[in-house]
């Protein structure tokens, strides 16, 4: 397989097959993510990716899903990944789903019918970063996008019937911020319908906008007690039947894990357990994270 830069997929597709048809991100300008700061983006050419295609079918018997890395790859024109969906249907027919990372602008820059045609060729599940439904948070972390066009363009996907996954992020609205952000979040959620909800913490890394930003005390972050009850709200809060809500991840102080709503009493307890456990004053601070953001 030809990997270039680093890769990165959603803890959930660790055992899907991973087939890189971009480098970095086209967007890269979030201002928590350290993830492809030093790489340029770039599209892989369809012959290589085509090799690649062709090994996964060697080596696996049968394939079920294949993600597509990197960064934000929905952002290759639809004519080039319906290019891509072809190959993988030709040489892996039996695969029924095509996901990726994809942003609310990657799905707004495709017309209705393209939408439609690539859920036709297996592209029917996309990991969108959404990281929380309130617009100043969303216009400060500088994600390139706005609630309302979020909304528009989930619901856009949900009409094309291609299912989203919610990728949201703990103390991203800063320290005093969380309930409200959890709230806001949930309801953004309830609206949009996501078909997986997925929840990490922010981690502020070296190198990044949001680093400078609490050096001259622009941004303050949370503390992992305020990380835990804006965990709580958000369960509390979401309205969803059915849908798994993914908590797990080294970022995350307390892993939660369920179906909504059967289990959220379950993760709610889960949650005032680690509490306990860990202790409200080793909890009053920010610990320091080395996952992925
Ligand atoms: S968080 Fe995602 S969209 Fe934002 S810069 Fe990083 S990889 Fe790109």
């Known amino acids: 397989m030809h990997y270039e830069g680093p890769i990165y997929r959603p ?7 991973l087939l890189q048809v971009t480098v970095g991100c086209a967007h890269n300008k979030c201002t928590y993510c350290s993830m492809y700061k030093d790489v340029c983006f770039r599209m892989e050419k369809l012959d290589q990716i085509e090799e690649d295609i062709k090994e996964i079918r060697s080596t696996y018997r049968r394939v079920e899903r294949v ?5 934000d790859a929905f952002v290759l024109k639809a004519d080039y990944l319906k290019d891509i969906a ?9 695969c029924n789903t095509i996901t990726m990372y994809a942003s609310i602008q990657n799905v707004k820059a495709k017309t209705d019918e393209e ?5 036709s060729l297996g592209i029917n599940e996309l990991y969108v970063g959404i ?5 100043e948070v ?8 706005t609630v309302q066009e979020a909304r528009e363009q989930l619901e856009r996907l949900n009409k094309a019937n291609i299912a989203h996954r919610a990728l949201l992020m703990l103390g991203v609205a800063g320290k005093g911020h969380g309930e409200e952000n959890a709230k806001a979040t949930a309801k953004f959620l309830n609206e949009t319908k996501p078909d997986l909800v997925w929840v990490g913490t922010l981690g502020v890394f070296e190198g990044t906008k949001m680093y400078e930003e609490i050096q001259e ?11 835990l009850m804006e965990l709580k709200t958000l369960i509390n809060n979401i309205e969803l039947q059915n849908v798994p809500f993914y908590g797990v991840h080294t ?21 005032d357990t680690g509490i306990k456990n860990l202790g409200e004053e080793a909890l009053s601070k920010t610990f320091k994270r080395g996952g992925r953001m």
Do not use: C, W
């Open 11 to 17: 803890p959930v597709e660790a055992d899907t097959p």
């Open 138 to 145: 969303i216009s400060n972390i500088n994600k390139g996008h």
């Open 217 to 227: 005390g622009t941004f303050v972050e949370a503390t992992e007690i305020e990380n």
């Open 86 to 94: 072809l190959k993988i249907k030709e040489y892996i027919p039996e």
């Open 67 to 71: 993600f597509l890395v990197n960064g």
């Open 251 to 271: 970022t995350n102080v307390v892993p939660v894990l369920g179906m909504l709503p059967r289990d959220k009493e379950k993760m709610l307890q889960t949650i």
């Open 115 to 119: 939408l439609r045609e690539l859920r």
């Open 131 to 135: 990281e929380s439904g309130v617009e």
